[in-house]
Structure formats: C-alpha cells, structure tokens
C-alpha cells in the first residue's frame, strides 16, 4: 500500500444541543480549516467520505456542497460512534489503493440533549445480541442504556479485580484537567475527585462526571498520498503508520462477559494488528486519544491497548502514568468526557489533536517530543477501528 500523508486538520469548538450551528455550517467550517491548514483548494480534492450518526441520508452531499460543487464522490458514513474513523480509514484507503491522490474525510453531528436511544421501534434493534447478554448478566434499570453497558463493564472489573469506586472518577478529574487548556472543549472547568464522586449516581461505578454529554460538532482532514504532499511541499506531514478496524467476535456473546460485551476483545485484537502493521508496540506510543464515552472504558482500554498488563489498569492511573509526566499522555485534548462526543466527528476531532501534537502545535497540552501517535475510536454494535500516526 502507498504511504498515506495526513495533510490539513481542523475542527470546530464542541457546544451543547441548542447552542451550535447547524450541520452543514459545523462541517463546512472544520473542512474550509483543514483546506486552509493543508494550503490547498478544493478543487484538489477528488473524494469525500462523510461521518454522521443522526440525519437525513446525503447529509454529506449538504456539508461539502457548503464548500464547492465539484461534482466528486460524497460517500455517507454511519458506524455508530466509531463513524468518524470509519470515514478516515475508508479515506486512506482509497489513497492506499492508488484510488485517489487527495482525499476529504469529515466528521458532524447536531444531537439532541439526553441519552441516546432509538430512533426506530418497528424494526430490529442493531443492539439486541448486546442487550440480550446484558439482560442475562446484569437485567435493565431506569440508567441510559449505553451507561449500563459500560457501567455493567467497570462493575465486572471493579468486583473481579477489586478496583476503587475513586479510580474510576480519578479519569473524569484527569480529563478535565486537560480539557481545561483545550479551547475547542465543552467543558473546560476542573473538576477534583471528590467533586467527581459526589455528582449524581447513573449506574455504579458512574457517576453523573464519568459519562461523556451529548455534542454537537464537526471535525474534517485532508489525507494525501506521499507525492501529492511532496508536490505541495508537505512532504514531512505526519502519516498513518497503521490502521485496523474489527468487529464483533462470538466472544462478544458467548463468553457472558459485560467486558467482553462493550468490545474490548476488538480493541485488543485491533491493536495487535496495529502494531504488528507498524512494527513497532504501545511501549513507542507518545500520546493517546482513546474512546473514553464512560470512566470504566478508558480504564478498559489502557489494558486493550497494551498501554498496562491486564489487571493493573488501577496502579497505572494512581501512578499517573496516563498524564504529563507518566508514560503517556491519554486524551490530552480532554477527551470525550470532557471536550464532548458529537458521534460522526469524534473520530476525526481525535485525528485533529493528535496530528496537532506530532507537529508540535498542542500550545499548552503539548506532548514533548511527541513522535509516535495511537488513536482509538470504538462503536458498539460494533467496531472499533485504531490507527497509529507517526512523524519522523
């Protein structure tokens, strides 16, 4: 496959339902500021790939027709949370594959406030292997779905290997206090553990700070084959070194998991294919930004992604080693449960960050010496899709 170069990033700050612009306005803004930051013209763009949970079909074709009418391909991408990425994997593609020799992948979302939840009751429920094992293990509540699953999740580990209620709520204090100097954050203001512990329960272990809100955003980057970039002298932009997305596994099912349920075999088995493709492990990483819609699956995903031996995802956090001055820095833009999850643009906004970081342009989150990038972006029912950036 052809080197893939990611030339121009930009995104919009994340809002609250009811406080941002319209789709279409959010997505076309974040793609005229990857444009601008890569320093080229629309007109050199030969595709599009276009991420959204909730909308109309030909969404897509809305947002870039806000930019030009160039007459390109606009594909419609929806992969529940993990949509974003998906969009940026099928962008490389296309380029990896000698398809293209520039290529817009971008990501929105204009949600609704609230939990998540259907928006179709005549038909099957895409979740409904999940639900069914959730059922089985744990029963419903009145709690969100979504924080049951997860919740259900941290609980299994939490009773298995004895973790704090506090452990979990020592993540929420960490991502706020990266979100604090993110000025394209939701939420910006820091929070301690005890503030943390002491908002409102949704689903043991999490309280009201450990899940993520609902946002409204866009998020848009430029992906170039390596002659194309040198031709426009961007031959030293960052490059995905690997990519993999996985799906569900009847491990998901049958092994009568909550953890095994919320996908943490598929981030497992999708790093390993990682950093197998890259050649190098989680111990060459710099800087992370992973799938935190609750505390317990940042906790999940420190041992999914090999950044700590499975079971001593508790010792990693107290250890601080997932923060400035530990051994990564997880979420530095503050994450999903800080800086928001607007579910087409959550994966394109963590390309963002971390291409800010290996050019060095994170201001005051800025991870020194940054080389090596791992982003992981996950959606239940399911996939999950890693991909590893590097500059060098």
Not at 210 to 219: D, L
Request: aromatic share 8%; charged share 20%.
């Amino acid at each position: 496959m052809r080197k893939v170069n990611v030339i121009g990033v930009g995104m919009v700050p994340f809002q609250k339902p009811g406080k941002s612009d319209d789709y279409h306005v959010m997505a076309s803004k974040a793609i005229r500021a990857a444009l601008e930051d890569a320093g080229i013209d629309f007109a050199e763009v030969q595709q599009a790939y276009a991420g959204y949970v909730y909308g109309d079909s030909t969404c897509g074709q809305r947002a870039v027709y806000e930019v030009g009418t160039t007459g390109i391909p606009v594909f419609n991408v929806n992969n529940n949370c993990s949509t974003g990425s998906t969009a940026l994997m099928l962008a490389r593609q296309a380029i990896a594959g000698g398809m293209a020799e520039c290529v817009l992948a971008v990501g929105f979302e204009k949600m609704e406030k609230g939990a998540l939840g259907a928006k179709w009751d005549d038909r099957a429920n895409p979740l409904e292997m999940h639900a069914g094992v959730m059922q089985e293990l744990q029963g419903f509540t009145p709690a969100p779905p979504a924080a049951q699953m997860f919740g259900g999740a941290g609980r299994e580990y939490r009773w298995k290997h004895g973790t704090k209620r506090e452990t979990f709520a020592k993540i929420s204090a960490k991502a706020r206090s990266h979100a604090a100097k993110n000025p394209y954050a939701l939420f910006r203001d820091e929070l301690t553990v005890e503030e943390v512990m002491a908002s409102p329960e949704i689903f043991d272990p999490l309280t009201r700070y450990q899940c993520c809100p609902p946002t409204c955003g866009g998020a848009a980057a430029i992906l170039a084959s390596e002659e194309f970039a040198k031709k426009h002298g961007l031959g030293d932009a960052p490059w995905i070194a690997a990519q993999a997305m996985t799906t569900d596994t009847p491990s998901s099912f049958e092994e009568k998991s909550m953890i095994k349920m919320v996908g943490f075999d598929m981030t497992k088995q999708a790093a390993a294919k990682v950093y197998e493709e890259a050649g190098i492990g989680p111990e060459d990483v710099d800087v992370v930004e992973l799938h935190d819609c609750f505390t317990a699956n940042e906790l999940l995903t420190y041992e999914g992604l090999g950044l700590c031996p499975e079971g001593e995802a508790e010792k990693f956090i107290w250890d601080e080693d997932n923060t400035f001055g530990g051994k990564y820095v997880v979420n530095p833009s503050g994450g999903l449960l800080s800086k928001g999850h607007p579910l087409g643009a959550t994966g394109l906004a963590q390309c963002t960050e971390l291409v800010w970081q290996l050019r060095g342009m994170g201001e005051q989150r800025q991870v020194e010496g940054a080389k090596v990038a791992l982003q992981h972006n996950l959606g239940l029912g399911g996939a999950c899709v890693v991909t590893m950036y590097r500059k060098d």
